[in-house]
């Protein structure tokens, strides 16, 4: 098999390419990515002397370097995307015009193809808006709600990604998924950013008084869901991956501290973001019952394995830190 694997040098896309492999060591991949500030070569490094493995650097809204790597390929995995809520709100012209007309892009292009390849598209819970304590968790029934600029960017691929299903019949499934970690994480995102922080003896940033919940998934267990989809989902369907653990981000916030023999008064809380959604918590009773798929990274093991990784690879992770 041949797969096309569009943002391969950001995080989520990464661990799939390598986990693919895994798996499937003689298939064909080849990694789109535009090298933007989370995408980096670095983070592939290790999959360059691998004869099957292809890096192209290019944007998905390229069309002319889009339909050359989309030509003979049986899969096209999603990833690549804008993807930091508070980039979005200072700025949303990148959200546009990456995670719509890219996608846009990549559809018209497998659409154009004699014989189409499948096409999994990788979302995110945020689509579905905010929850309060006492709300059902996210499914795949749930009404769409976007509240930031790069979740309503989400929402529009996605209704790009089944309109194409739909109109053109072609091959596609989506997952939504809820917050990842794990190691190779931009750190700008929350788990990341506090590991970072204390490793270098800064505080904590957390807003507001850290109340907001998220539904925490290891990326692991998040790759092994796409390949459930990809393998067993049926076409035009959509698949929720969650990871059962829906905790604070005050509470994240003294998971890691204690973990690097911190504590709490390296927090600093501040203003809290406009629009900050509440909670996210994800029902993923339809992977377990139509995939056999259900996350088995406990968090605390999790969040254990992920520091540890920040720990030992700073060479990774402390040039970005200036671009923060």
């Known amino acids: 098999m041949k797969l096309l694997v569009t943002g391969g040098a950001g995080f989520i896309g990464s661990h799939f390419i390598r986990q693919w492999f895994l798996k499937n060591p003689l298939d064909e991949i080849i990694n789109l990515d535009a090298l933007t500030y989370a995408g980096r070569r670095e983070t592939v490094a290790d999959l360059e002397v691998n004869p099957n493995y292809h890096f192209v650097k290019g944007d998905i809204c390229d069309e002319k370097i889009v339909t050359e790597v989309m030509a003979e390929v049986d899969l096209v995995v999603h990833f690549a995307a804008e993807s930091h809520v508070d980039r979005s709100i200072e700025s949303s012209r990148e959200f546009i015009r990456t995670n719509i007309e890219g996608t846009r892009v990549l559809l018209e292009a497998a659409r154009q193809r004699k014989n189409s390849p499948r096409f999994h598209h990788v979302s995110t819970d945020e689509v579905f808006g905010s929850l309060k304590l006492t709300d059902k968790k996210f499914n795949e029934s749930s009404n769409y709600d976007p509240r930031s600029p790069y979740s309503a960017s989400k929402a529009s691929a996605d209704h790009l990604v089944r309109a194409y299903f739909h109109t053109h019949g072609l091959p596609i499934t989506i997952s939504n998924c809820s917050n990842n970690y794990g190691p190779y994480q931009f ?138």
């Not at 800064?202 to 907001?212: A, I, S």
């Not at 604070?248 to 501290?257: E, H, P, V, Y």
């Not at 093991?301 to 520091?307: N, R, S, Y």
């Open 187 to 324: 750190p700008e995102k929350l788990i990341p950013l506090f590991i970072t922080n204390v490793l270098l003896n800064k505080r904590v940033p957390l807003y507001g008084q850290g109340e907001n919940i998220r539904d925490w998934i290891y990326v692991g267990d998040h790759v092994e869901g796409i390949m459930k989809v990809i393998s067993g989902g049926k076409i035009g369907e959509t698949y929720c991956l969650g990871g059962g653990n829906e905790l604070s981000n005050f509470t994240i916030a003294q998971k890691i501290l204690k973990l690097l023999d911190k504590d709490e008064a390296m927090i600093d809380y501040i203003t809290d973001r406009p629009g900050h959604d509440f909670r996210y918590a994800i029902d993923y009773i339809k992977a377990m019952e139509e995939l056999s798929w259900s996350p088995q990274t406990n968090l605390d093991e999790g969040l254990k394995q992920t520091v540890e990784w920040y720990k030992n690879n700073p060479v990774w992770w402390q040039p970005l830190i200036k671009s923060l």
